[in-house]
């Protein structure tokens, strides 16, 4: 019976190896030393639902195997070789294409035994091409944690005290649950209101462009992404949260968010309504092209698109978001649907939010200027009050129309209701502490911003393996309209004495639009199996107007009066021609791209109230290239290059005049060159799954030919005139690296951190080449040591030094060290109490500019109780900057400019808080008795 089993199951065997195969699993075992392949390994495929066997085979001489897959769905991978520990794993097909899983390790069962491995740490992290994997299970953290607290476990990943995601040294912008988006925009809405316990597997890569994963050509827009893939069995059911709190000086956090998963469907809700800095203020508008005039007119490398940049006159200088300045009050509210179906050729993704913010407050920005021969000091105040009301929608849909072809359509738009109300005064002197100028400048704007843009993508595969042809059409349309008044009251002196006064008293009208419609054609063809060539096309259409009105006074006190000097009425239209080629080569351990893009503009601009045109036609080229070798399963060291031209814009070349801001005037220089910047970056990642040892390695250079630096000249009375010039030698260069193992007889996982940053900026000052070089040092440390329902530690501290010294007085020197400590702790005690503490020590140098003491120790914490079956209530006190030491504080170096900034924020508050887990069906918390 045995041996007519094994010869059925070699007929079926031989009879699927001789069908044309539509996909196909394939790879090479190995042992975990990777010195040795292991031939004639048993491989078993099996169908997850019910386990039934689907194929096998075993490994041939080098230890390489390939199974094949006529069906999609989720199967189960499981090798065996003996006296080595069996190697299991999930695997998801859509039917096509082949899977590579590369390289796998087996794991003798007398090391398994001799490194008493009681959790599945050898598979915690894993490198598939360009995405790291960890195992969420691998991770321990704290019943109820949410995936931040996750993540803050993970090597490689950093969680600041805002939210903020750090990839192997690189911000996070976007966070995904199960490949699509979460509410779109705001990595913190997914990561501190999912629960740990959901994820299986946390994903790190760079996301592409859906055209060029098509291809599988590097286009160079990428973004740091994490992916959160969930457990099979936390996708059917209903969780959430609710959280209220309350407590002296009006402070208040209330926080809803509501879950419903059933099988592919996902349907989420949340809102807030807080007034403590920490819930909801995050979300931002999606980046999109084709923005307004007043957005700043500036080249795009892979579009041909144009934004403006330079001095226009738009009085509003808020973005929309809070950023730790000043008192917030959000008001905010969004629901998520998502769903596949018909097998999942069809799926849909929607979200819409709603916002409503409110900032209040006030800042002090202390500045030193250096010159060639004098240095002058900057003081400036401001009172601020800010309105926001947001509108938000996004949704895409997919429908795989057949096994060869697909279209992606996607949307989003919104509106904007500003107002701003700004009130600034500012004083200039000179070295000896005379008066140089005096300022009043009271802004009130109010503003509506619209945007729609869309996006189609229709994909083809040929009949030919790799032959493949895309199409994309994209839209923006964007629209400014704002309304204000300026008024500004300046004095300027000479020895002491009033020289002369200058006000401004005037209304402001503002109207900007842009419309882009940009199309790309990609054509792939294979040169051999692993090599091929690909070839792209496309015609942008970018046109934008910018109608700007300035009115005095007349006599009976009314803005009647237009000051012809400063309004203008600008129509930009921009037609380019882009087309580029590429070659690719994907093998098992080495990939490798090249080529280069290159963009035939011509761009029109008319000054509709002169009836006066300005034309240009120029050339922009942007070459690329990529070499990524793996040296091993879990070792890999990444080159890449690329470069573009930067055209000088509109505003460089000629300015359009604005007065509201008249220390700073911009005049024109009809004689830029465009510059050209290089940049190089080579990455090392390596990660020992036994020792849990890792190291992440990461350096950036670039130069820049013909830079647009700034020839500045100031006069007398402190007037500072800026003009675009070309200069040769600005570079910078940076490095980071991460290293970080686990003393196992302790369980204590320590990290290590170093970054090394250096500037060269180039300038004129008064008529003097300047070169500010500017370097930072940074060392720090993390330690961790948890266990669970006991304690939960961590520890990590950083020390930054500062240098920076301008040659037009190289006497003066600007050095200071900045210190950051922030031990944090979770302890679990008796009769289900909770005790968190988190403390952040900033400690800054004095400097000879800066002699404010601006030492801050932050303390935070809270106590509490859990009741309820599975700890689902928890009742606690909250108290934050327990001190009352919070200082808004930031100090920057730019040129030859050194900054200091203060400003108001949120102070000690104490608050009684009440949250309460929810779940029902598939979804369960876990029981911690």
Partial sequence: MQKLTVLLLAIVCIAQSSIAQSSSLKGIVKDTSEKRNLPNSSVLLLRKADSILVAHTRTDKDGAFELPLDSAGKFIILITYPKY?????????????????????????????????????????????????????????????????????????????????????????????????????????????????????????????????????????????????????????????????????GYHDNQLMFNYFKNKAKLAFYGIVSNTGTSGLNWRDQDNYGQSFASNLDYDEGTGNFSYNGSGDDLDSWNGQYNGQGYPLVQTAGVHYNNKWDDDKQNVNANYKILQLNVDGNSATNSQFILPDTTYYNNTKQNFKNYILRNRFSGSYEFQIDSTSSVKLYADGGNDHKTTLTVDSSEARASDSSLVNQGFTNTNIKGDKTTLNSDLLWKKKLRKKGRTLSFNLRENYTKNNSTGFLYSDNNFYQSGSLAQSQITDQYKTNLNENTLIDTKLTYTEPLTKVSSLIFNYGIIVNNSSSTVNSFNKDNNGKYSIT???????????????????????????????????????????????????????????????????????????????????????????????????????????????????????????????????????????????????????????????????????????????????????????????????????????????????????????????????????????????????????????????????????????????????????????????????????????????????????????????????????????????????????????????????????????????
């Fill in 85 to 249: 520990a069996d190697y299991i794993d999930t695997i998801t097909t859509n039917g096509k294409g082949v899977i590579d899983l590369g390289n796998i390790s087996l794991i003798q069962k007398a090391q398994l035994l001799k490194e008493v491995i009681v959790r599945q740490q050898i598979s915690s992290i894993k490198m598939k091409g360009d995405t790291t994997e960890y195992t969420a299970d691998s991770f321990r953290v704290q019943p109820n944690a949410t995936v931040e607290d996750l993540l803050k476990k993970m090597p490689g990943i950093q969680v600041d005290k805002n939210g903020q995601i750090t990839a192997q040294g690189e911000k996070v912008n976007k966070v995904l649950v199960d490949g699509e988006e979460f509410f779109g925009d705001d990595p913190t809405l997914v990561t501190q209101n999912l629960r740990a316990d959901m994820v299986d597997k946390v994903q790190v890569f760079d996301k592409k462009s859906d055209q060029a994963a098509f291809t599988g050509i590097d286009d160079g827009k990428t973004q740091k992404t994490i992916n959160l893939k969930l457990k099979d069995g936390k996708k059917n059911g209903y969780f959430g949260k609710v959280n209220a709190s309350a407590g002296t000086n």
């Fill in 563 to 929: 000051d012809s000097i400063y309004s203008n009425d600008y129509a930009f239209n921009i037609f380019t021609h882009r087309g580029g080629i590429s070659y690719s080569l994907f093998q098992k351990k080495l990939k490798f791209n090249f080529g280069s893009n290159a963009g035939f503009t011509s761009f029109h601009q008319k000054n509709q109230h002169t009836d006066s045109v300005a034309t240009r036609n120029f050339v922009n080229w942007y070459p690329q290239a990529m070499l990524q070798y793996q040296i091993t399963q879990y070792r890999r060291i990444t080159f890449r290059y690329n470069g573009n031209t930067q055209q000088p814009t509109i505003q460089q070349i000629q300015p359009v005049q604005s007065n509201n801001d008249p220390l700073n005037i911009y005049i024109g220089n009809a004689n830029l060159k465009p510059s050209f910047t290089n940049r190089f970056n080579l990455s090392f990642n390596d990660w020992k799954t036994l020792s849990e040892r890792y190291i992440w390695v990461s350096a950036n250079y670039s130069f820049v030919q013909n830079n647009i630096s700034t020839n500045y000249y100031v006069d007398s009375f402190g007037k500072r005139i800026n003009q675009s010039v070309n200069l040769n030698g600005n570079r910078s260069f940076n490095a980071n690296a991460n290293y970080g193992f686990k003393i196992k007889k302790i369980d204590l996982h320590i990290n290590f951190e170093g970054e090394y940053s250096y500037n060269k900026n180039l300038s004129i000052v008064n008529n003097v080449l300047n070169a500010t070089n500017s370097s930072n040092y940074t060392f720090g440390m993390n330690f961790g040591k948890s266990k669970e329902k006991k304690y939960d530690l961590n520890l990590s501290a950083s020390a930054t030094y500062t240098n920076s010294q301008s040659s037009i007085q190289e006497s003066i020197q600007t050095k200071y060290w900045t210190f950051d400590i922030n031990p944090n702790f979770d302890v679990f005690l008796p009769l289900k109490f909770q005790v968190h503490s988190d403390c952040d020590f900033n400690i800054r140098q004095k400097t000879p500019v800066f002699t404010t003491n601006t030492n801050v120790i932050r303390w935070n914490a809270w106590i509490g109780k859990k009741f309820l079956k599975n700890d689902a209530l928890l009742i606690k006190i909250i108290g934050n900057d327990l001190l009352d030491q919070n200082i808004g504080f930031n100090r920057s170096v730019n040129s030859n400019f050194i900054t200091q900034n203060t400003y108001s924020t949120i102070r000690r508050y104490f608050l009684l808080g009440v949250t309460w887990n929810f779940s029902k069906a598939g979804i369960k918390i876990p029981n911690q008795d």
